[in-house]
Each structure stands twice: as C-alpha cells, then as structure tokens.
C-alpha cells in the first residue's frame, strides 16, 4: 500500500470526482456513492458494503497509447479475484470491462481521461452490499463476492482495496511494457465460452454475431454470416449476451 497514496471517504458522489486532480498513484475509496456511474453515464449502485475505489495512473505516450488498457484491468483484476480462494472458478470477463460469475455482474471498470498525462481507473466491487434494497433488478443481475467465497476467507475491504489497488498498479506495468498486444492471449483467456452477442452502437445501429475475442487494440470481434467484424469500445454503447 506504501507505494499508493489511499484517501478514504464517507459518502460521495462519485469516487472518479474525488480522485480527479489529485495526481498519479493516487487512489480514493468511498463508504458509498450517491452518483455512482458506469460506461455511457449509465447509473452504478453503490451501496455501503461494497468496494467504490478509483485510482490516478499516468499515461506517457498520452491516451492513443493507452487505448484498451481499460482490457488490461480487468484481466488483472479477475485474476487477483481468482486468487482470492476456491470460490470463483466460474468468474469471467465480459467484454469491455465487466467481471461476472456466470451471468451475473461482480465488478464494474470505468475509465476516464481528465487529461492527456493521466487516466482514472474506477472500480466497483459487490462484496457484502445488500442487493436486494437497490431499485431495478440488480439483485437477479449482479452477484456480491459474498456470494461467492466461504465468509472465513472472504477479505476485508481494506485487504480488498490493497489487493486491487496491486492488480491496478500490474496491469498498468505489463501494459507498460508491450501494450495489449502482450496481453490479447491471456486476456482472450478470460471470456468463457465464445458467446452470441448483441451489440448496440453508439451510432444507434444494432449488430450480432458470436464473440471470438478482442484485437491488439482491444476492439471486439464479432463472428456472423459476412464474416469477421471489429468493434472499438468507444463505438459500442451496449453489449448484451444472448445466449
Ligand atoms: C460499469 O459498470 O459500466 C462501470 C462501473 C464503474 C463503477 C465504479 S465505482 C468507483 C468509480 N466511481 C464511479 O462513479 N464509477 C466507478
């Protein structure tokens, strides 16, 4: 932990507001969140219980280098979620970001870019947040890690935020080092079974076809009848699997 420098909140609105400006390595992790939010401004419940973490890391290069690194925090952080204990051998990556077990969401990554030098990387975690007092159907679609893993080795949130605070800081390292091309294999790894997938574009047209991994530069490819397609993360509002 010495090397982030870790403020820790009650209530806010949202811990990629608080982070931002506080400058690289930094990190804030919140009690709750009023104003949570997900990809496309999409609501993000968020519980008192659960992990409501963002950390600053810097992006030399400036973000044309870095895009898809959002790809490799996932993949860091479902393999620290697996080491955790025996309980999640069917948690996988659903494409851009998300961390599920089997169909239901664990974890969620947004990333912004509040300037050219440095990238927020915000994560939710369920852990022991109580899903079935948050409106809409959270408690069918999202899974809390207490679900998941026997409570004797169910970590607490600060061995949580320590333990992902480590994956953030690999991820950014191997990432450092060869891109997402280094990783594309072992990312390509962690989706589960090649699944059917409907994606709804940020244009407003609807596509679908059988996932069958991501590229270099993490785009989608997408499997149908005229063959192979790529899909950036930027340009997909939306993924849905429908089978
Ligand atoms: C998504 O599901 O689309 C991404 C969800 C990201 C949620 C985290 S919680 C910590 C940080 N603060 C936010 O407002 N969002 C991220």
Redesign the pocket.
């Known amino acids: 932990m010495a090397f982030w420098k870790l403020r820790v909140e009650g209530e806010v609105v ?3 507001d608080v982070v931002r400006g506080m400058g690289p390595w930094c990190a804030v992790v919140a009690k709750r ?1 009023t ?5 496309y401004g ?1 609501k ?1 419940v ?1 519980d008192e219980g659960g992990m ?3 950390a600053v890391v810097p992006t030399p290069g400036g973000p044309q280098a870095w895009v898809g690194y959002a790809l490799a925090v996932g993949w860091a952080l479902l393999c620290y979620l697996r080491s955790i204990g025996g309980g999640l051998p069917t948690a996988r990556l659903r494409w851009p970001n ?1 961390i599920l077990v089997e169909k239901r969401k664990l974890a ?3 990333l912004e870019q509040p300037n050219e030098r440095e990238c927020i990387v ?3 975690l369920n852990v022991r947040n109580d899903l079935t007092c948050a409106e809409g159907d959270l408690a069918r679609t999202a899974i809390r890690l207490a679900d998941c893993i026997a409570p004797q080795i169910l970590p607490s949130l600060e061995e949580l935020v320590e333990g992902t605070l480590d994956a953030i800081r690999y991820s950014w390292e191997r990432f450092s080092m060869g891109g997402l091309a280094g990783l594309k294999d072992e990312i390509n790894g962690c989706w589960g079974r090649m699944r059917r997938v409907r994606l709804e574009l940020a244009d407003g047209k609807v596509v679908e076809g059988v996932m069958v991994g991501i590229d270099e530069v993490g785009a989608i490819l997408v499997s149908g009848d005229e063959g192979t397609d790529s899909y950036a993360a930027h340009k997909v509002k939306q993924l849905f699997e429908v089978e």
């Open positions: 949202s811990t990629n969140q104003g949570g939010r997900g990809r999409r993000f968020s409501w973490l963002s998300d969620g990554i947004l915000g994560i939710g």
